[in-house]
């Protein structure tokens, strides 16, 4: 049962650099998140799909961009890596409409220097 | 977005005792779902217990229980005989649905810490 898989688990970027972080799910979930992580802040929605080739923002989406390839890939780069965009980055899916409960991924721990 | 709020940064409990973890939250709509999620040092995820606002009765999962006030707009975690696996941090969260579809929204989380 892999469930929700992100990678990397870590990265180290320079600012200026861009990179992307992937994230699949084998549970045939319609709905796909982005959340980031830090200290005192809980999660906070990044972007989210609904359904396969609909995207949206969430709470915090300045700085990034996201792709739904498919029903199973969720994407999330940084064009233009910031420090303050270190952060611990997770990816979720659901299906609500089904099963009340998201999985989430083990989490990806970006430092921009 | 909906606001979730945890006022209890950090919460102790000695082993055996009980705790309560408070969250309470704004919105406008009538049907909706709560969530307690546990987050341990591994940083994993893990789905503690959930409430529909529909239902009257408090959820309940083995020690874990809610106390749920629709009117209030409250929603608190309480964890009998506690256990130092409990130690963790604790994140409420609301389930909103919107035209763009569902979406899960956190507080800022409440870190337990169990001592013996």
């Known amino acids: 049962n892999a469930g929700v898989t992100q990678t990397p688990k870590f990265q180290v970027l320079k600012t200026g650099q861009s990179m992307t972080l992937q994230c699949a799910q084998d549970?045939?979930?319609?709905?796909m998140y982005w959340y980031r992580q830090d200290p005192g802040m809980g999660l906070r929605l990044i972007y989210y799909?609904?359904?396969?080739?609909?995207?949206d923002k969430g709470e915090v989406p300045n700085g990034y961009n996201v792709s739904r390839l498919n029903k199973r890939e969720f994407s999330l780069r940084l064009e233009s890596a910031a420090p303050s965009q270190t952060s611990v980055y997770f990816c979720?899916?659901?299906?609500?409409?089904?099963?009340?409960?998201?999985?989430f991924g083990q989490g990806t721990r970006l430092t921009v220097v | 977005a909906q606001t979730v709020t945890q006022s209890q940064p950090e919460m102790s409990v000695q082993e055996a005792e009980t705790v309560t973890l408070s969250c309470t939250y704004d919105?406008?709509?009538?049907?909706?779902?709560l969530f307690w999620y546990k987050q341990p040092p591994s940083r994993q995820m893990i789905l503690v217990i959930r409430?529909?606002?529909?239902?009257?009765q408090n959820a309940t999962e083995n020690r874990f229980s809610v106390n749920f006030q629709k009117a209030a707009k409250s929603f608190s975690l309480k964890i009998s005989d506690s256990q130092l696996g409990d130690a963790a941090m604790y994140f409420c969260?609301?389930?909103?649905?919107?035209?763009?579809?569902?979406?899960?929204?956190f507080g800022k989380g409440t870190s337990l810490l169990v001592t013996p």
């Open positions: 969260a609301y389930l909103s649905n919107s035209n763009s579809g569902y979406a899960l929204n």
């Open positions: 409430q529909e606002a529909y239902k009257q």
């Open positions: 549970m045939n979930h319609n709905s």
């Open positions: 799909s609904a359904s396969e080739g609909t995207t």
């Open positions: 979720a899916s659901s299906d609500f409409r089904l099963n009340t409960e998201a999985f």
């Open positions: 919105t406008s709509e009538s049907d909706y779902y």
